[in-house]
């Protein structure tokens, strides 16, 4: 690769990179909007979702941003379940040899009575980038709440770095602080429908919508919408036994589409 190639791709993970987290096939087919959802993926959501989990279970995803590698994010996770609750270590990597993001979580969910959970993660978070600017990282943590007041009725929220953790005394920056509130009703066995909405104390906020469709048991179709930028999502998931694959596309307004990939496996 060129020195300018190099160059361009540096400045566009600089630009996004406060936009970077780590996804899944199955949210991302839906839009992103899962704030209110509980199942594994919860461990790169709102990790609330993970206290409904009573087997271990562990994944892996794969996410390929704009048809580039360099701007590629992997992830795993394993979600311990214990009689005092629920406990989950996940990573991710996005970027390249010249700048790239790194993300440990450790987190603790569990219920409270039939209608709450809740949970809290902490997080390292390194950036890995050229001698130019230095690598920085900082340790921050995460809270998040799930309510189910009626049946089929789900609401939750999720708040990120809410001590707005510092990277660096230059220009006095920080991680982004990020709060979502969403809700999401289950209309019959086959059909999930989510909303949500999502603020970075430093940009615009987003909506996010979401379908989740399940013709027979073993598959699931879905679809997404989001604002800032407008963006439209398809995804398919598949389980067969202990596994579960899903994948999903996502187009951009002016950037190729991004697509993804991830596997579950739960312990018997």
């Not at 270590?89 to 390249?96: I, L, Q």
């Not at 997080?123 to 990282?137: A, E, I, M, R, T």
């Not at 660096?168 to 289950?186: H, I, K």
């Amino acid at each position: 690769m060129n020195r300018k190639a190099v160059g361009i791709l540096l400045i566009l993970s600089l630009a996004l990179h406060q936009l970077i987290k780590a996804q899944n096939g199955r949210y991302s087919g839906m839009g992103d909007a899962s704030v209110m959802l509980s199942d594994f993926w919860s461990a790169f959501g709102n990790q609330a979702g993970l206290a409904n989990i009573t087997i271990p279970e562990a994944g892996i995803c794969y996410y390929n941003q704009y048809l580039m590698w360099e701007t590629g994010t992997q992830t795993g996770a394993y979600v311990l379940p214990t009689q005092s609750g629920n406990f989950a270590a996940s990573f991710s990597h996005y970027g390249f040899s010249l700048y790239s993001e790194n993300n440990i979580g450790v987190a603790f969910a569990r219920n409270f009575g039939s209608m709450w959970s809740a949970s809290l993660q902490f997080d390292y978070l390194f950036y890995n980038q050229s001698d130019d600017y230095g690598n920085q990282g900082a340790f921050l943590f995460e809270l998040g709440i799930i309510t189910k007041p009626i049946e089929n009725l789900s609401i939750g929220a999720h708040l990120y770095n809410p001590a707005r953790a510092k990277l660096s005394d230059y220009q006095n920056e920080r991680v982004p602080t990020v709060m979502r509130f969403g809700l999401g009703y289950q209309f019959d066995e086959w059909v999930l429908v989510t909303l949500e909405t999502e603020k970075d104390l430093e940009q615009k906020a987003r909506v996010k919508c979401g379908l989740e469709y399940q013709p027979v048991t073993s598959l699931f179709l879905r679809a997404g919408l989001l604002t800032q930028p407008n963006q439209f999502s398809l995804g398919m998931g598949y389980k067969i036994q202990n596994f579960t694959t899903d994948f999903s596309f996502v187009t951009h307004e002016s950037l190729p589409i991004s697509s993804q990939l991830s596997f579950k496996y739960t312990f018997n």
